[in-house]
């Protein structure tokens, strides 16, 4: 069992940042793909960038590419999501996904979401 915890959410005006952070319990972090998503109400949830296990390279929708950032730093099981020049659409609840190979399955893990609010 993975345990997974978002922080970081708030009321933020257009235009501001925020730095959302996830910690992901388990000794083989490293080895966790790690995404976050976003639902908006009303909305299917969408996913907002991801970060591989080892190799690759982040990946992230148009919607975001150029002002949300994924990173993470594995020696503290985290992984942060850097949001930049936020718009009244970025309002969701972000959620921060786990995604963990035990044997020949994928298992997914999630946390419980962390609100955002972009109004002015």
């Known amino acids: 069992q993975v345990h997974v915890v978002e922080s970081g959410g708030g009321l933020v005006q257009p235009g501001g940042s925020l730095r959302l952070s996830c910690v992901a319990s388990?000794?083989?972090?490293?080895?966790?793909?790690m995404s976050w998503y976003r639902q908006a109400p009303g909305k299917e949830r969408e996913l907002v960038a991801t970060t591989p296990s080892v190799g690759g390279s982040t990946k992230s929708p148009d919607s975001v590419k150029g002002r949300f950032t994924i990173s993470r730093d594995n020696a503290k099981n985290t992984v942060y999501l850097q949001m930049n020049s936020l718009k009244p659409e970025d309002t969701a609840v972000y959620y921060c996904?786990?995604?963990?190979?035990?044997?020949?399955?994928?298992?997914?893990?999630w946390g419980q979401g962390t609100q955002v609010t972009v109004s002015s």
């Open positions: 388990g000794s083989t972090f490293s080895r966790y793909a």
């Open positions: 996904n786990a995604v963990v190979r035990v044997g020949l399955e994928l298992e997914n893990y």
